[in-house]
Nanobody, 120 residues
């Protein structure tokens, strides 16, 4: 299994930017992706973005497309989530997952999450 650790969350004003980092530990199948999910208070965890091991294939939720960018630096063993033009509805705990199945049908262990709070 691929363990993960998230960092980089914080408090930001609406319209601002924030960059999260995910440090995976372990190996998985090459067809599996690494990505980000988020969970707002009282709501279910939802998909945000994913990236394959090469960094050349990405997926985004419609709600963040054009504002968020997922990337990775395998030399540094890090996966990033750049968040721009943040909105109050982006407020959530953001979780990284290092073993997302090809059809998003399976997941690896979750990290502790990183709180992102966007004020109006």
């Amino acid at each position: 299994q691929v363990q993960v650790a998230e960092s980089g969350g914080g408090l930001v004003q609406a319209g601002g930017s924030l960059k999260l980092s995910c440090q995976p530990s372990g190996r998985t199948r090459s067809s599996y992706k690494t990505g980000w999910f988020r969970q707002a208070p009282g709501k279910e965890r939802e998909f945000v973005a994913a990236i394959d091991w090469t960094g050349r294939t990405t997926n985004y939720a419609d709600s963040v497309k054009g504002r968020y960018t997922i990337s990775r630096d395998n030399n540094k063993n890090l996966v990033y989530l750049e968040m721009n033009n943040l909105k109050p509805e982006d407020t959530a705990v953001y979780y990284c997952n290092g073993e997302i199945g090809p059809q998003f049908e399976a997941f690896g262990p979750w990290g502790q999450g990183s709180q992102v709070t966007v004020s109006s």
